[in-house]
């Protein structure tokens, strides 16, 4: 599992929310006026060669009036804190500030995992400090979940599962992450690669997950309806490609083939490349079969449970 794609993907699809949580203090000047852009990474992977750097976000905010120069946030996740560097970052930074020619330049970096990491370095002899650099720090797990349950921002709630809450507040912590999801991505591709990321940090167990459909059905009930919309614009669009394909074929293939490609499309994102087997047992499936795959496929654990 690449922790560093996952959070490079929820940085860059939600940069302004990410500048907000992870970097509360420097970001609450941020204006709706300011725009925030991803810089080019491979730009930076030419100038530095260095894979350290490789899936570092750096964010451009810049204001359309002029009155205030341009920041850069360099957002980098650490999965485990005994690999962090801060020589490593400083370096990084300096040669970013020497690049974009600014002194505006704030590290952040997101730890997933907790443990004693350096807050700053300081270079000096005996009379004098020469360079100073510290950055900020979100240690995801020593935030307490209560306080973002309801959070506005939806990398916050989306970020709930790596927070500190007891083992016994698991499935209310699954709960309102999905809430979030839900109620503050309209988009249905998004809310569907962030199921992803929410299952993915929370890892509930068969148990847990049956626990949830009874005590939050009213939200699965939900949860269902959405992927039967999502499934219908599949069959729309298997319509089309099927018509294109030649009439001949009829109009019943193309929906088949619609919820097929649905649904290896939402396996693929769950659980990654699936298999050829798999993929011939969904291709050759049912219209009912495959709407019962597609429904089994928000509680399941792996591909073999979607289909058994």
Excluded at 60 to 65: A, C, F, K, S
Excluded at 180 to 203: H, M, N, R, S, V
Aim: negative net charge.
């Amino acid at each position: 599992m690449s922790h560093d794609q996952n959070f490079k993907n929820l940085i860059l699809d939600y940069p302004r929310e990410a500048l907000e949580f992870f970097a509360a203090d420097e970001a609450a000047k941020i204006d709706a006026s300011a725009r925030i852009l991803p810089l080019r990474q491979e730009q930076l992977k030419e100038r530095l060669g260095d894979r350290f750097h490789e899936l570092d976000v750096p964010l451009l905010v810049e204001w359309p009036d002029g009155k205030r120069e341009a920041l850069l946030f360099i957002l980098e996740e650490e999965s485990d804190p005994r690999r962090f560097s801060i020589h490593r970052l400083a370096h990084y930074c300096l040669h970013l500030a020497e690049m974009f020619n600014t002194e505006r330049v704030v590290p952040v970096v997101i730890f997933l995992r907790d443990g004693a990491v350096p807050d700053r370095l300081e270079l000096g002899g005996d009379r004098h400090t020469y360079l100073s650099f510290r950055y900020l720090a979100c240690h995801l797990p020593r935030l307490d979940w209560q306080a973002y349950r309801d959070s506005q921002n939806l990398t916050a709630r989306l970020n709930l599962p790596n927070m500190h809450y007891a083992p016994a507040q698991r499935i209310d912590v699954y709960a309102h992450a999905m809430r979030g999801l839900f109620e503050l991505e309209p988009d249905p591709e998004k809310q569907i690669k962030y199921i992803d990321f929410i299952d993915i940090y929370t890892a509930l167990a068969p148990d847990e997950l049956e626990r949830y459909c009874e005590q939050y059905s009213e939200d699965v009930k939900k949860m269902s309806s959405f992927a039967e919309r999502h499934l219908e614009k599949g069959r729309q669009e298997g319509m089309q490609e099927g018509m294109q394909q030649g009439m001949q074929q009829g109009m019943q293939q193309g929906m088949q083939q619609g919820e097929a490609r649905v649904l290896l499309r939402q396996m693929e994102r769950k659980f990654g490349t699936v298999s050829v087997e798999i993929r011939q047992r969904i291709n050759q499936a049912d219209e009912e079969r495959l709407l019962e795959w597609s429904e089994r496929i928000l509680t399941a654990n792996s591909p073999e449970e979607v289909l058994h």
